[in-house]
Structures are given as structure tokens and as C-alpha cells.
């Protein structure tokens, strides 16, 4: 009898695992949710015990007068030098915390513990096992600082936080099994392009509108991107002889689409409730924890993960600078999200693709090729023209803000 590998189905019976698992969290939430809905729990305040504030935070909110976050008139205050130092530190700190999280993690599922001349050791492959211990680190640091801090309650549902929290553990799922079924130029086109996506889905789950120039910025970034990351890979790689199925098409498109919906779905909460960076990031991660430690559990390897943990130490270490290095991406993520939007943060992570190429050059005196530097400067371009094009839209918006002067009249006119 054929198995589920061996027809090719091998990746949706994963996916249905793994969802079933997350499924047994979300169905009854949602079954919760409605029943209090429907029983008027919280509008009957004579019924009020313990556990009333709790439902009321996880189903409705708080009341909307308590919501926190920066003002519109704050926000005009500040000016343009102070808002380019901030998103320069947010880019820095994006790409200084996952540049060093991408090469712990290739050091983690790619090379063994325990290696000696006699042994060959352990190699770990469980990656969800490494997304708990990313989060549950963030969720246990942004409770420490809420802690601290004692900010004023914010009004959205804490339900609201599943989504984006479900659609990032899917994202990465099926990021890490597209590699499998996709050749090398598809995965390039897919991560270069990243950028049109997020603004379909700004339309879907927020209703906005671009401009043409966005448009074109965005089509110029993911061909430069993918220029640069083509001519520079496929010299590199062995295994470029990957092809792509159809299986992995579907799993880019997953990819894709979760990635998307998640930095958008956190704009608009952002947007809609004035939240801070912190508050986003303890709720997403609570849900997340949630999500993937009862998958671990459901599916056995949890405890096999600790144990593997336990015996190499040097697998611990690595495990806590990997976790420390996701914690602080976190907080430059939300930062960048809340004050930027998504788009400019999607732009600032598939950048990031790039830079790590730069500086490998520059480490190791590698050489770019013409089609390269080519690639490098229309993406450059392409950031110029956004830069030019919004600034110039700000002072046109500025301009017919401002009040008409009156014609002065004259004692005819009066009279």
C-alpha cells in the first residue's frame, strides 16, 4: 500500500495535523465566544463574579476611553529628521537581530551535536519545538515589562490576537516545507515579491488605497531583488536542480498569503485600538505558545525537544542566543508595523536578503557581478522614487491645507 509520502501528499497530511492541533484551541474559543454573546453574560451586571473581568477582556475589550497610543496631533509634531532616525534604528535593529537569527538557526538544523571522531552525532529537525522557544522567551519578556510598566488597558478583544498569531505559525510552516518542492529561482521570485502581496491584502483586510507610484516602487523592488538574488545564488548552489511541483506552488502561495495577512491584520489592530509595541507582542505571543506547545504535546515531540535540550549544551546556548536574537526582532517589528505600516516593513525584511549578500562580499572579498550591481541599483531607485514621491504628495496635501487668504474687501463691496 502506497504511503503518504510516496504519493506526494505527504505535506497536507502534515498540514492537517498540525491545523487539527491548533483546531482543538480555536473551536472551542469560538463556541465560548458565541455562547456569551448569545447569553448576554456581560451586559447582565448583577451576575458579575471572578471571572467576569477575564471574559470581558478576551471577548469584548475594554471600554474605548482607556485606549492608549499616540495621537494624530502628536504624530504630525514630530518631524521628518526625527522620524527617519526612528525607522533607521527600526531597520538597523531588524536586520542586525534576524541576520544573526538566520545564521544560528542554519547552525542549528543543519550541523550535529555530539560530534566526535567515533560519533556522528544528533542533528535536531523539529522547527516548531524552535518557534515555542522563540516565543514563549518574547511572551515571558513583554509580560515583565507590561509588569513593570502598569500601561492603561487597551480596547481590543484579546481574541483578535489569534489571528495574526496563527496566520505567522502557518506562514513559517509552510515556508520551510515550500524549500522542499520548489526549485531555487521560484523561492527567489517568491521572497523578492514579497512586497505586492502585502498590498493586496492591505486591500482585503483594511480597504486601503495606493497610489501609482507604490505600485511601480513595488514592481521595481521585487525585479531588482530578484536580479540580484538570482545572479549571486545560483553560482552558490548545489541543489538548484530542485523543481518545482505543484505542492510547492501551493505551499509559496500559503506562505505568501498568511505572511501578508499578518502584517496587515497587526497594522490595522495597531490602527484601530493605538495599542503600544509591548501590548502586541505579549498577546501574539501568549497565542502562539499556546498554539505550538499543544501541537508538540499532541504530536509526541515535546518532551523528545527537552530532553535533546538537556543533553547538548552547547544546543541550549544556541537555543537562547537564537531566542534573544527573535525577542528583540519582535519588538523593532511591531515598532516598525505601528508607526511605518506593513508595507515599509516588508520592504525593510526583503532588503534584508540583500544586505546579507553585501556583507558576505565584504567579509569574505567576494565579487558582484555587473547583473548584480544592476539589481542593487534599481532597487535603490526604487526606494529614491518612494522617498520623492511621498514627500512630494506631503507638501501638495500641506499646501491645500492651509486656508485661502481672503480678498479684502472694499467699502463698495460692503455696501
Known amino acids: 500500500m502506497m504511503t503518504a509520502d510516496e504519493s506526494g501528499l505527504g505535506w497536507l497530511f502534515a498540514f492537517l495535523k498540525n491545523f487539527l492541533g491548533y483546531a482543538t484551541i480555536l473551536i472551542p474559543g469560538y463556541l465560548i465566544i458565541k455562547y456569551v454573546r448569545k447569553s448576554g453574560y456581560l451586559e447582565n451586571a448583577g451576575q458579575r463574579g471572578p471571572w467576569y473581568n477575564v471574559v470581558k477582556v478576551c ?55 555530539g560530534e566526535t571522531d567515533s560519533d556522528p552525532g544528533e542533528t535536531f529537525t523539529n522547527s516548531q519545538f ?40 502557518l506562514s513559517s510552516w509552510c515556508q520551510y516545507e515550500a524549500l522542499k518542492f520548489v526549485s531555487f529561482p521560484t523561492q527567489v521570485l517568491a521572497k523578492a515579491s514579497k512586497v505586492i502581496p502585502v498590498m493586496i491584502m492591505g486591500k482585503v483586510v483594511s480597504g486601503n488605497v495606493y497610489e501609482v507610484y507604490q505600485y511601480v516602487t513595488a514592481l521595481l523592488i521585487s525585479a531588482g531583488m530578484s ?34 495577512f499578518t502584517s496587515n491584520w497587526q497594522g490595522e489592530l495597531f490602527k484601530t485600538y493605538k495599542m503600544s509595541s509591548i501590548q502586541m507582542m505579549f498577546g501574539v505571543n501568549l497565542f502562539s505558545c499556546l498554539f505550538t506547545v499543544w501541537s508538540l504535546i499532541s504530536q509526541g515531540s515535546f518532551y523528545s525537544s527537552l530532553l535533546f535540550m538537556m543533553k547538548y549544551q552547547l544546543f541550549f546556548l544556541h537555543c537562547v542566543i537564537l531566542s534573544i536574537c527573535s525577542a528583540t526582532g519582535q519588538l523593532f517589528i511591531f515598532q516598525t508595523i505601528s508607526r511605518f505600516g506593513p508595507i515599509v516593513f516588508t520592504i525593510i525584511m526583503t532588503l534584508r ?63
Open 353 to 415: 536578503q540583500m544586505f546579507a549578500i553585501l556583507l558576505s562580499c565584504f567579509i569574505y572579498s567576494h565579487e558582484l557581478s555587473l547583473l548584480a550591481w544592476t539589481g542593487v541599483f534599481v532597487v535603490f531607485c526604487a526606494l529614491f522614487l518612494e522617498i520623492y514621491c511621498k514627500d512630494k504628495m506631503r507638501r501638495r496635501a500641506t499646501q491645500n491645507s492651509k486656508p485661502k487668504p481672503k480678498s479684502p474687501e472694499t467699502k463698495a463691496t460692503r455696501l
Open 130 to 169: 524552535l518557534v515555542f522557544v522563540n516565543r514563549i522567551l518574547a511572551f515571558m519578556t513583554a509580560a515583565i515589562v507590561l509588569w513593570y510598566q502598569k500601561p492603561p488597558k487597551i480596547a481590543v478583544p484579546f481574541y483578535k490576537y489569534s489571528y495574526c498569531s496563527l496566520s505567522n505559525i
Open 59 to 113: 471577548v469584548q475589550g475594554n471600554d474605548p476611553d482607556v485606549v492608549i497610543g499616540v495621537t494624530g496631533k502628536e504624530e504630525r509634531a514630530k518631524s521628518n529628521l526625527e522620524k527617519a532616525v526612528i525607522l533607521i534604528i527600526c531597520a538597523s535593529g531588524l536586520q542586525v537581530s534576524y541576520l544573526t537569527w538566520g545564521v544560528l538557526q542554519e547552525r542549528i538544523m543543519a550541523h550535529s551535536y
Open 227 to 260: 536580479l540580484f538574488l538570482l545572479t549571486e545564488g545560483v553560482n552558490d548552489r548545489d541543489d538548484s536542480t530542485t523543481e518545482t511541483t505543484f505542492a510547492g506552488l501551493v505551499m509559496l502561495v500559503g506562505y505568501m498569503s498568511f505572511d501578508s
